[in-house]
């Protein structure tokens, strides 16, 4: 598990707002970063960020292996945001699954001489992220954000 953000403190209304926004249009953000939304393990509903060829991270080399739900196009889960409801303060969390496939597939393909041990903490360091993916996910949130304020 990743290093969660802490930021922002909303409102259950302004929240909902937010969530609707990203459960009525995977493609919200309308410029290649997709949204969708899942249940938070009993946080109430997470709002999860996928990256694409078109608008993904500084520095991003991973493949887009996933498909967004109502698009149909090739993405990359990258993090996810949730309202923690007793403060109202919304958590956000890294979570390169891309990262973590394409390490495995490495070292199955012989192109890795990690142990097993080696490539366990390579792929905890790699899943949690760079600050490069962090502020991407905070600016797309809050892209999201200012969309669903004036939608």
């Known amino acids: 598990m990743s290093d969660e953000i802490k930021g922002w403190n909303m409102s259950e209304a302004q929240w ?23 249940d938070a ?14 608008n993904k991270p500084p520095a991003w080399h991973y493949p887009f292996t996933e498909t967004s739900r109502r ?3 090739p993405v ?22 891309a990262a973590a496939q394409a390490l495995f597939a490495d070292f199955e393909g012989g ?3 990690l142990d097993d041990l080696a490539l366990e903490q390579a792929v905890e360091s790699a899943v949690g992220g760079t600050p490069a993916d962090r502020e991407w996910l905070l600016r797309e949130y809050s892209r999201l954000h200012r969309f669903a304020q004036d939608g």
Request: aromatic letters at 10%; charged letters at 25%; a negative charge.
């Open 71 to 73: 698009g149909n196009r």
């Open 41 to 54: 393990n009993g946080e109430g509903t997470a709002i999860l960020f996928y990256a694409s060829a078109l």
């Open 16 to 38: 909902d707002r937010l969530v609707a926004r990203a459960a009525g249009n995977t493609d919200a953000l309308e410029d290649g970063a997709y949204v969708d939304t899942a």
């Open 111 to 113: 192109a890795s001489d």
């Open 76 to 97: 990359a889960y990258v993090g996810r945001a949730w309202r923690h409801e007793p403060t109202g303060y919304v958590e956000f969390e890294i979570s390169l699954t």
